[in-house]
């Protein structure tokens, strides 16, 4: 059994040359209850508005989902997943220098889905900027 510091230690290699590391997805922490990670903002995931790139957004918050959602897999069953449904309310933004933070939670763990909430804040403000809904469907063999 791995520890959740390892855990995220894992998560953080896996996904560091794949689309979130690109991103600048950082895990924080990684349990069954809660995943919590965040975004640097950088000059590259900046809109011609000035402001954050909504998809950084979208990225940050169902990487942190699917970091859960295996989580509450049975892997000796080979079990799997994939995203059937997200939506993203939009609250706010940040800005180039800013950090964004994301805490996903589950709302429901069951048998062939889970659904989860991600509430997303930009660390400077304090302000919520984002409020994530992801359903996964879990995949057998």
């Known amino acids: 059994m791995t520890t959740p510091d390892d855990r995220v230690a894992w998560l953080n290699e896996f996904f560091g040359p794949r689309a979130p590391g690109l991103l600048g997805v950082v895990f924080d922490t990684c349990t069954r209850d809660e995943v919590t990670g965040h975004i640097d903002v950088s000059g590259a995931l900046i809109a011609g508005t000035g402001f954050l790139f909504a998809p950084a957004i979208i990225g940050l918050a169902d990487t942190l989902v699917a970091a859960g959602t295996g989580e509450h897999l049975d892997?000796?069953?080979?079990?799997?997943?994939?995203?059937?449904?997200?939506?993203?309310?939009?609250?706010?933004?940040?800005?180039?220098?800013?950090?964004?933070?994301?805490?996903?939670?589950?709302?429901?763990?069951?048998?062939?889905?889970?659904?989860?909430?991600?509430?997303?804040?930009?660390?400077?403000?304090?302000?919520?900027?984002?409020?994530?809904?992801?359903?996964?469907?879990?995949?057998?063999?």
């Open 75 to 141: 892997h000796t069953a080979n079990e799997s997943f994939t995203t059937i449904e997200l939506k993203c309310n939009f609250l706010g933004s940040a800005r180039e220098g800013e950090r964004v933070v994301g805490r996903a939670g589950p709302a429901h763990i069951g048998r062939s889905t889970q659904v989860w909430d991600v509430v997303v804040t930009n660390e400077a403000t304090g302000r919520t900027i984002a409020l994530f809904r992801n359903t996964q469907m879990i995949l057998r063999p």
